[in-house]
Nanobody
Framework: QVQVVESGGGLVQAGGSLRLSCAASGRILSINNMGWYRQAPGKQRELVAVTTRIGITNSADSVKDRFTISRDNAKNTVYLQMNSLKPEDTAVYYC???????????????WGQGTQVTVSS
């Protein structure tokens, strides 16, 4: 029905940059919020940044001024530009999308499989 696929993770040195992308596809009527979460080993999944359909954004204090979330509604895609990366940003990054399907009155959360981001010191 719906696929949510992340890309763009990898290994980078501290101070470097990466850009994550996440595209949703399928029988999608509309998408409300889209966001990025991350989970480091031994830690709970946490919100990194989120954007509404009209572009209102919010992000964790730990990434403010370094990470920027953006969205292309025509492509059902959300991006995360990560600058000035730190070793503590190392985690699996997951994309989340609140999607309403054709023929449904409900909106539900869909998650991607995750993409690994590793920042070396």
């Amino acid at each position: 029905q719906v696929q949510v696929v992340e890309s763009g993770g990898g290994l980078v040195q501290a101070g470097g940059s990466l850009r994550l992308s996440c595209a949703a596809s399928g029988r999608i009527l509309s998408i409300n919020n889209m966001g990025w979460y991350r989970q480091a080993p031994g830690k709970q999944r946490e919100l990194v940044a989120v954007t509404t359909r009209i572009g209102i954004t919010n992000s964790a204090d730990s990434v403010k001024d370094r990470f920027t979330i953006s969205r292309d509604n025509a492509k059902n895609t959300v991006y995360l530009q990560m600058n000035s990366l730190k070793p503590e940003d190392t985690a699996v990054y997951y994309c989340n999308a609140q999607i309403q399907l054709f023929g449904s009155v409900w909106t539900r959360d869909y998650w991607g499989q995750g993409t690994q981001v590793t920042v070396s010191s």
